[in-house]
């Protein structure tokens, strides 16, 4: 079996290696204020062709939070892969995305519980380069009315490579 060799995708995923800090703003309700907090990201490759986040925050309540983002282009689907899972969820987010023609956005379509509690609802979670050294992360829900609905955006800076 020949051992599969980086593509162009995996090359752009090699942009998140590093060590990041983050600010977040988070839109829990229409009728409520805006929810902050802050952490830092490292970024790790595992081989040349995944990459594997570890992000350790603050909630808005003052306790600690972590997650691990993990990313990978599969050449048989065309598709960005990966999966997104938080100390603080039950459950496995999975990801399925495409880089935009810019090669700036890509963006991960995922499904997970409702945020009202009641069944499963499409999310995106796209990332967007600003520059090699600062991105975005913004998360947004398929409404009922078919209409995308952000509720959170992060701001990542790199510390170091």
Same mark, same amino acid.
């Given at each position: 079996?020949?051992?599969?060799?980086?593509?162009?995708?995996?090359?752009?995923?090699?942009?998140?290696?590093?060590?990041?800090?983050?600010?977040?703003?988070?839109?829990?309700?229409?009728?409520?204020?805006?929810? %902050?907090?802050?952490?830092?990201?490292?970024?790790?490759?595992?081989?040349?062709l995944?990459?594997?986040?570890?992000?350790?925050?603050?909630t808005?309540?003052?306790?600690?939070?972590q997650?691990?983002?993990?990313?990978?282009?599969?050449?048989? %689907?065309?598709?960005?892969?990966?999966?997104?899972?938080?100390?603080m969820?039950?459950?496995?987010?999975?990801?399925?995305?495409?880089?935009?023609?810019?090669?700036?956005i890509?963006?991960?379509?995922?499904?997970?519980?409702?945020?009202?509690?009641?069944?499963?609802?499409?999310?995106?979670?796209?990332?967007?380069?600003?520059?090699?050294?600062?991105?975005?992360?913004?998360?947004?829900?398929?409404?009922?009315?078919?209409?995308?609905?952000?509720?959170?955006?992060?701001?990542?800076?790199?510390?170091?490579?």
């Open positions: 079996m020949e051992m599969p060799q980086p593509t162009a995708e995996h090359r752009w995923l090699q942009r998140l290696v590093g060590n990041w800090t983050f600010e977040v703003e988070c839109q829990m309700g229409p009728d409520q204020p805006p929810m %902050k907090n802050q952490g830092r990201e490292s970024v790790r490759s595992l081989g040349a995944w990459t594997i986040g570890t992000w350790d925050g603050e808005p309540g003052g306790d600690r939070s997650s691990i983002i993990t990313l990978g282009f599969d050449p048989a %689907k065309q598709r960005f892969v990966g999966t997104f899972v938080n100390d969820m039950t459950h496995l987010w999975p990801y399925v995305g495409t880089l935009d023609a810019t090669g700036r890509l963006t991960l379509d995922s499904e997970g519980p409702s945020m009202s509690g009641d069944g499963l609802a499409k999310y995106q979670d796209i990332i967007e380069f600003i520059d090699d050294n600062q991105r975005t992360l913004s998360s947004q829900t398929l409404g009922a009315d078919g209409k995308w609905q952000p509720f959170m955006t992060a701001h990542f800076y790199r510390q170091s490579a």
